[in-house]
């Protein structure tokens, strides 16, 4: 049996786009619908407060980027019998506004993250514009504010987190991207987050057209589907609808710990 109990994946806010904007060459369904959801996750297991992945992001970045929260995040943690103010570690897989928005929503929280992200973040690198647009000062500014107060453990490429939850570096989408590899009753689970914005990414084999390095973000993707013993059903992308759809869900939660009771290649 894994060490993990539980991995619920909380949707709380939704885009609808085309097909065209989620890949970095022209697709033939272009045209087509292909709208994101957005999520945090949490990883239970027993005996421990649960970890929370990623923080999502309020709606001030939702009014200015114009996305649509579904749920805010404190009400969608709280429907998944979370308590915030009990959460003592959050795993950052990295640091765009949709991942690293909400840190104020955690106070008592120690927040992991990539010691590369962070560098980034507050690097040279900011000052290209197109660069920047996936990043928001504030959350940064709120992550270095959390270091100063000796809540920020830095992480340097793979490592356990704890028993039956590994860190894996795999960079591309951004310089510190961190899967997040949990070895559930049923297998491990990847939690890649932007390394597979959609299954769709990987079974194409083209990524979202945002990165900082194309040739790295490839390798991200091959890297995340054998964390999962390249079974689709093992990983979990950090967008796709397809994960409320096909696992086990209620109230847009979904139990990913679970088989899914569609497997995922069926729906593509
Ligand atoms: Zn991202
Ligand atoms: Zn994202």
Not at 187 to 209: E, I, K, M, Q, W
Not at 237 to 250: K, M, N, R
């Amino acid at each position: 049996m894994g060490a993990v109990t539980a991995i619920q994946a909380i949707r709380y806010a939704r885009h609808e786009r085309k097909a065209a904007e989620n890949f970095t060459t022209p697709v033939d369904d272009h045209d087509l619908p292909m709208p994101l959801d957005y999520y945090v996750w949490a990883i239970h297991r027993d005996g421990h407060p649960p970890v929370i992945v990623d923080t999502g992001f309020g709606a001030a970045a939702a009014a200015a980027r114009g996305r649509e929260i579904t749920r805010p995040i404190r009400k969608g943690l709280r429907d998944a019998g979370i308590d915030r103010l009990g959460v003592t570690d959050v795993i950052l897989t990295h640091l765009h506004y949709d991942h690293a928005g909400g840190l104020t929503d955690f106070p008592n929280a120690r927040f992991h993250v990539q010691d590369a992200e962070l560098a980034f973040a507050t690097s040279r690198h900011v000052c290209d514009h197109e660069t920047r647009a996936p990043f928001d000062g504030e959350p940064v500014a709120e992550l270095v504010r959390r270091l100063y107060a000796d809540q920020v453990v830095f992480h340097d490429g793979d490592e356990d987190y704890a028993p039956g939850i590994g860190l894996r570096l795999v960079a591309g989408h951004t310089a510190g991207l961190q899967a997040v590899v949990c070895e559930t009753e049923r297998g491990a689970v990847v939690l890649a987050s932007d390394a597979a914005h959609l299954y769709a990414n990987l079974t194409r084999r083209v990524p979202f057209p945002i990165f900082i390095d194309e040739a790295q973000y490839v390798r991200a993707q091959e890297r995340v589907l054998a964390l999962a013993g390249g079974s689709l059903d093992h990983l979990i992308p950090g967008h796709d609808p397809l994960v409320l759809a096909c696992f086990p869900s209620e109230n847009d939660i979904a139990r990913v710990d679970l088989a899914p009771h569609t497997p995922i290649t069926e729906m593509l």
